[in-house]
């Protein structure tokens, strides 16, 4: 167990939907990474967030979003969902951005 | 951005085998980390090691950031060693960037 929770595990929804996808980083950590893991792009970093704070973004769509509350636990927020979507989201916490980035189970998404 | 290429694509082995798994990496990096991800998708850290050499248990690993390339040794392999395992790389805030791995079947 990393200690990274995410929730939910799982979701089915259809397309043109919205959903959104919850993380607690490890106590004490500061930083909070998103991740897509799809078979066709393999496993993609999305945006991540310190101390509430947006500090870096990859490849993130401009149909998903993120944030990161006073608490330190972070929402991604995906719209317009479409079939290609379908993936597992990963959310990942460290102390340090160059530090060991220690990953949670994943919420596996299906867009029908 | 940064390049990460890992190799074999590919292994089958045999219980109780070695092997060796390679990541080369296009620039300079201040983060390398090693995960093994198993047949439930779960991603768990093995080594953080963007230099130097670590050991734990039957997995080490050895990193020469000068050449831009890593290494990954499983000795005597089990079958529970079975899985996808990555190489991810990064500079600071970006995040890591993520070779496409290298699946590993170990037959009983």
């Known amino acids: 167990d990393s200690g990274v929770t995410q929730t939910p595990k799982h979701l089915i929804t259809a397309t043109g939907q919205r959903v959104t996808l919850r993380c607690s980083p490890r106590?004490?950590?500061?930083?909070v990474y998103w991740y897509q893991q799809s078979l066709d792009q393999g496993l993609q970093f999305l945006i991540q967030y310190y101390n509430g704070e947006e500090r870096a973004k990859g490849n993130i769509l401009e149909r998903f979003s993120a944030q990161q509350f006073p608490d330190l636990h972070s929402e991604l927020n995906l719209s317009s969902l479409e079939l290609g979507d379908s993936a597992l989201y990963f959310c990942?916490?460290?102390?340090?951005?160059?530090?060991?980035?220690?990953f949670g189970p994943g919420t596996r998404l299906t867009v029908l | 951005g940064i390049q990460v290429e890992q190799s074999p694509p590919d292994l089958i082995l045999q219980e109780g085998a070695n092997s060796t798994l390679r990541c080369n990496f296009s620039?300079?990096?201040?983060?390398l980390q090693w995960f093994h991800q198993n047949p439930w998708g779960q991603l768990i850290n093995l080594f953080y090691i963007p230099s130097g050499t670590k050991q734990n248990g039957r997995l080490s690993a050895t990193t020469v950031a000068t050449e831009r390339y890593s290494l990954l040794y499983i000795s005597s392999s089990q079958t529970t060693d079975s899985g996808v395992y990555f190489c991810?790389?990064?500079?600071?805030?970006?995040?890591?960037?993520f070779g496409k791995g290298t699946h590993l079947i170990i037959q009983p």
């Open positions: 106590s004490g950590d500061l930083s």
């Open positions: 990942a916490s460290t102390a340090y951005s160059t530090d060991t980035q220690y």
């Open positions: 620039d300079s990096v201040n983060n």
């Open positions: 991810a790389v990064g500079g600071g805030a970006d995040g890591l960037t």
